[in-house]
């Protein structure tokens, strides 16, 4: 029987918990969560899905300090914060044969170094962004890749451009086909704030990102914009393609129409979970490919927050 650990329980931990109850074969899952409303939230989503009446084995943990037994796949749904220690100690206690780690990686390009270290003796590895598994945003690629140059701006309110830069930088390499080159945060706000995450900043402006077919990305975050939108520009058939992923609304200037939507964590875990038990492998970035795309977005984003408040920190705290 296949064996599951979901290390950090919390909103996007229980999202997790709600899909593996979608596996049709019989698996164990281990859900540690150090704190106990964090645990209380995902009984309730697990037992909300059906999970109290599945064939799965499930037990709740507040620490994994006891357990020394080896475990087909890690799920790290934890804040960034440190978590290059977290996967050293799953590594010693569980030896997860693989991973699945949330983003943002980590707060650093050591710490980074530090989790492929860690991880290098796994058979495979994979971090969460998951517009890869999108069937939409998989029909979105067919539009785009190998059509480049490309000219994207994603904009909107406050939608999270620290924490969330990463998911589209991974989908922009994906849809193009391209290489990260740079990330430039020269014009992002001087004043970042507090995050819902305690102990973690949000900051606002924009982020240029520089690609190695041409292609260029703006993400732009501001208090003002209430609708969020993407739009694509093809530069070789002069198509603009206008996406909004909230209403599910993708539209070209030649009158194509692709509509869709975004899926839910509890929606694709259950797939993405069996391909890597059955096959070792899914659709996912390895870790290797987006701990590229993670180092140079770190490096841009710690360069502005030291710049920002005259400092000279080791780690941008973003999660």
Not at 115 to 137: D, Q
Not at 252 to 257: A, H, I, K, L
Request: aromatic share 10%; with cysteine; proline share 3%.
């Amino acid at each position: 029987m296949p064996s599951i650990a979901v290390i950090g329980t919390g909103q996007i931990g229980s999202r997790y918990l709600q899909g593996l109850v979608q596996i049709k074969s019989k698996i164990k899952i281990l859900a540690v969560d150090a704190f106990p409303q964090a645990q209380k939230l995902a009984q309730q989503r697990w037992a909300e899905s059906g999970g109290n009446k599945s064939i799965h084995e499930i037990e709740w943990l507040s620490d994994f300090n006891n357990y020394n037994s080896n475990i087909d796949l890690a799920i790290i749904a934890t804040p960034s914060f440190n978590r290059n220690l977290l996967i050293r100690d799953v590594r010693l206690k569980m030896n997860p044969k693989y991973w699945i780690i949330e983003k943002v990686l980590a707060q650093s390009k050591k710490a980074i170094d530090l989790i492929e270290f860690e991880v290098m003796k796994a058979k495979g590895a994979w971090v969460n962004t998951p517009r890869r598994l999108m069937s939409w945003h998989k029909l979105l690629k067919s539009k785009f890749f190998g059509k480049g140059p490309l000219r994207i701006i994603k904009i909107g309110g406050l939608w999270g451009l620290a924490c969330n830069a990463i998911h589209f930088i991974d989908l922009v390499a994906w849809w193009s086909g391209e290489s990260l080159l740079s990330v430039n945060s020269a014009t992002l706000d001087r004043t970042w704030f507090k995050s819902k995450r305690s102990g973690y900043f949000e900051v606002c402006g924009d982020l240029f990102v520089r690609f190695s077919g041409g292609t260029e990305l703006l993400l732009r975050s501001n208090y003002e914009t209430l609708e969020d939108a993407i739009s694509v520009k093809i530069f070789n058939n002069n198509d603009l393609w206008t996406i909004y992923e909230e209403r599910g609304i993708a539209s070209s200037s030649n009158g194509t129409t692709l509509n869709g939507r975004l899926e839910n964590q509890s929606e694709i875990t259950a797939p993405l979970v069996d391909k890597i038990l059955k096959h070792g492998t899914c659709d996912l970035p390895t870790l290797n490919e987006s701990s590229k795309l993670h180092r140079i977005l770190l490096d841009s984003m710690l360069v502005h927050w030291n710049k920002s408040y005259n400092l000279k920190d080791k780690q941008v705290p973003i999660t």
